[in-house]
């Protein structure tokens, strides 16, 4: 007999043995076989409803009762294991702990099936308000055409955020006066879940849904509409008092990814707590933002018509199908006049938050500069807090989707090698394969001994190392949705190259300097002098005039064999066939060169070399960072020790040992090698006599060498 649910209840046993021993000559006999199988004694979670397998025989179900019971697990949860039906995590999250930090409860939420059950928790016990701001907001029923599941299905916590959707309508249908506002990414994807290359734009369909079931929702702009390159924020807050932040979206295949964020509760006694600066350091900006750009900017850009398309003044004139798609399915909620003048009506009904004026709980984000237009301020709080860390932290351990940003690959470089930074890293393996940016910064670190290692996912949930979070010193977490790029990090708060660069600019002017070495030779050769380079835009704007002019003389030189230029107040003529140089001072005196061909090259020859030298400085110094529009993120940075050992570095451990790749394992451990017949019998021979002599001393097995 087989409880499906439970397998352990006598009355269904009862009901299956009468079934499968259905004839009255062996039943006797059945019978007493039947009552000797064995009874998992560990029960299921939950009150059931059980139900029965029938045709299943006595040994069987005395098999699968004795494996459940020495697998420590309820017969149902043995059965789903075995099944796959609900998959084991390769490494389990640490369980949710909580700790007081300042006005507030934070609680630890490691991957979908925490998340996903505190986020429920959170929107069915809402009273008056429930404010959600995401990147991704998915649902089958929705957008399942564009976003599967991808075996998150088969992940705890995937049902919970599939519910997500329907309990917050419920909850505007059963009060229809509570305030539910929801603000969402609205950048172009180019490929779907499904990996079909279809455009769209992020959230439509969501969008559009939560328009006609009455909810309020606005798309955050677009970085066309002056936003944010993306709208990354994860960031949901329940009556003014509960928050959710961290890494996990709302996306139907978001439970499968390897996550972290944290809840943050008001505690009973505190009037506010950093709930407030939450909502009003990011939410309630934001809202007033999205609502001011959509009176004020084009909700598409581009032409989505031919006669929109001949009266266009931009460079791409193109009629493109997916911006078609989204005026069509999104315009008569945010094209009409009532939405475009809600921001300066000032009908936005925001919740009013009491922030906390030195908050325990820091609360950092990247914004863009243009939400001055709404009275609020860009920022890259993130960042600066970050960095901070990175140079003054003696321990350090994190758990990363991306880790890019140049300035800080090379400070943890420059602090490890000092012997002043303990670093680990886990990042994510399939943007490191799928960016070369991403695998140059990894490679990067490994070469300079830093320990990283990329994250052992589940292939069987298309599992990703989504977390952004790190530990400082064993005792403070940042946790958020920020990436460790610099279009995470990074905001349009100024113009021009970035002076926080130091180290990074420190290294691009290095192998500039090594690159005017080089060329030196061969600008002798043309009797051009030297460019003096500092770094500086004097010097930079002298190489772009300088290649600007040789290149018009190469061409010349090239199509006449003849050119004649001015550069830094001297005349030049330049005789390819006679492989003759004159140049003339600003008195007019001049000096004869014959070219000296002795490497066989003409000064053509030598005038492509340099220009080619040129170009690669010029692409060096064109790399340095420089502001530009990021995302729009959120962080929380909080100090406990309690949280900081008991999970997240708990956490680290278990996932930095899962994940030790086959090369390390080699590289650490010692194998003996198979020498061949004759060298094993000589060493063999070589062996005994030693130990006649020595018997103490036994043969060592010879260590592997991976370093060749």
């Not at 779907?192 to 734009?201: E, L, P, V």
């Not at 053509?604 to 995302?631: C, D, M």
Request: glycine share 6%; net charge positive; with cysteine.
């Amino acid at each position: 007999m087989i409880n499906l649910l439970g397998m352990n209840s006598v009355e269904g046993s009862d009901r299956l043995r009468n079934r499968f021993i259905s004839f009255a000559g062996v039943q006797k006999t059945a019978q007493k076989a039947a009552n000797q199988v064995f009874r998992n004694p560990i029960m299921p979670t939950g009150n059931g409803p059980f139900d029965v397998l029938s045709n299943i025989s006595a040994n069987l179900v005395d098999e699968i009762e004795k494996r459940a019971y020495k697998a420590g697990m309820s017969t149902t949860e043995w059965l789903k294991t075995y099944l796959k039906l609900d998959l084991k995590p390769k490494v389990m999250a640490v369980a949710s702990k909580s700790a007081v930090v300042g006005n507030a409860r934070v609680t630890t939420l490691i991957d979908g099936q925490q998340y996903f059950k505190k986020a429920l928790e959170f929107v069915k016990g809402a009273e008056k308000s429930i404010q959600v701001e995401m990147f991704e907001f998915q649902n089958l029923s929705v957008d399942g055409k564009y976003w599967a599941q991808n075996g998150a299905d088969k992940v705890p916590g995937s049902k919970e955020q599939q519910q997500l959707l329907w309990n917050i309508i419920k909850k505007k249908e059963a009060n229809p006066d509570m305030k539910i506002q929801i603000i969402l990414d609205s950048h172009k994807w180019y490929i779907d879940g499904k990996g079909n290359h279809t455009k769209h734009f992020g959230n439509q369909d969501m969008i559009r849904f939560l328009k006609e079931k009455g909810i309020d929702v606005v798309p955050y702009p677009k970085a066309s509409q002056q936003g944010a390159a993306l709208q990354h924020i994860k960031l949901v807050i329940v009556d003014g008092k509960k928050a959710l932040v961290g890494g996990m979206n709302w996306g139907t295949h978001s439970t499968a990814n390897h996550d972290g964020s944290v809840a943050i509760e008001t505690l009973p006694n505190k009037m506010n707590s950093e709930v407030d600066n939450l909502m009003a350091e990011h939410f309630n900006p934001d809202w007033k933002f999205s609502w001011q750009r959509i009176g004020e900017t084009d909700f598409v850009a581009g032409p989505l018509n031919k006669e929109q398309q001949a009266l266009y003044k931009g460079k791409d004139k193109e009629i493109k199908q997916e911006c078609v798609d989204y005026y069509n399915l999104l315009s008569e909620f945010f094209c009409t006049e009532e939405a475009k003048n809600r921001y300066k009506d000032g009908k936005l009904d925001l919740i009013k938050p009491h922030p906390m004026t030195t908050p325990t709980i820091k609360v950092l984000g990247t914004k863009p500069r243009e939400l001055a237009l709404v009275g609020e301020k860009g920022m890259e709080s993130s960042r600066d807090y970050l960095m901070d860390k990175i140079k003054t932290c003696k321990k350090i351990r994190g758990e990363l989707f991306v880790l890019t940003d140049k300035e800080l690959v090379k400070t943890i470089i420059d602090r490890y090698k000092k012997g002043e930074l303990d670093a680990k890293f886990i990042i994510e393996a399939s943007i490191k394969q799928q960016f070369p940016y991403c695998e140059n910064a990894f490679d990067e670190l490994q070469e300079a001994g830093v320990p990283v290692r990329v994250y052992k996912a589940d292939k069987e949930t298309n599992q990703r190392m989504h977390a952004k979070w790190a530990v400082f010193d064993n005792k403070e977490v940042m946790i958020g949705s920020t990436n460790w790029s610099s279009q995470g990090l990074n905001q349009n708060l100024s113009t021009g190259r970035r002076s926080d660069y130091k180290l990074a600019t420190a290294e691009i002017d290095s192998r500039i300097v090594e690159s005017f070495n080089q060329v030196r030779a061969n600008e002798e050769k043309l009797s051009l002098s030297a460019i003096d380079w500092d770094g500086s835009e004097t010097a930079y704007d002298q190489l772009k005039n300088r290649r600007k002019i040789l290149k018009n003389a190469y061409n010349s030189l090239k199509k006449t064999g003849y050119a004649n230029f001015e550069l830094d107040d001297k005349q030049y003529e330049i005789m390819n066939s006679s492989r003759q140089i004159v140049v003339k001072n600003k008195e007019g005196v001049a000096k004869d060169f014959e070219y000296d061909s002795k490497n066989g090259k003409d000064p053509l020859s030598e005038l492509r070399t340099v220009l080619g030298y040129y170009a690669i400085i010029q692409r060096r110094q064109l790399s340095k960072q420089k502001f530009a529009r990021g995302n729009n993120e959120i962080s929380v940075a909080f100090e406990s020790p309690s949280l900081a050992k008991n999970v997240f570095i708990k956490q680290f451990d278990m996932d930095w040992d899962y994940s030790e790749s086959k090369y390390e394992k080699l590289k650490n451990n010692v194998i003996p090698i198979n020498r061949g017949n004759q060298e094993a019998e000589a060493t063999e021979k070589a062996t005994k006599n030693e130990n006649v002599t020595n018997p103490q001393k036994k043969p060592q097995p010879k260590k592997l060498n991976l370093n060749v």
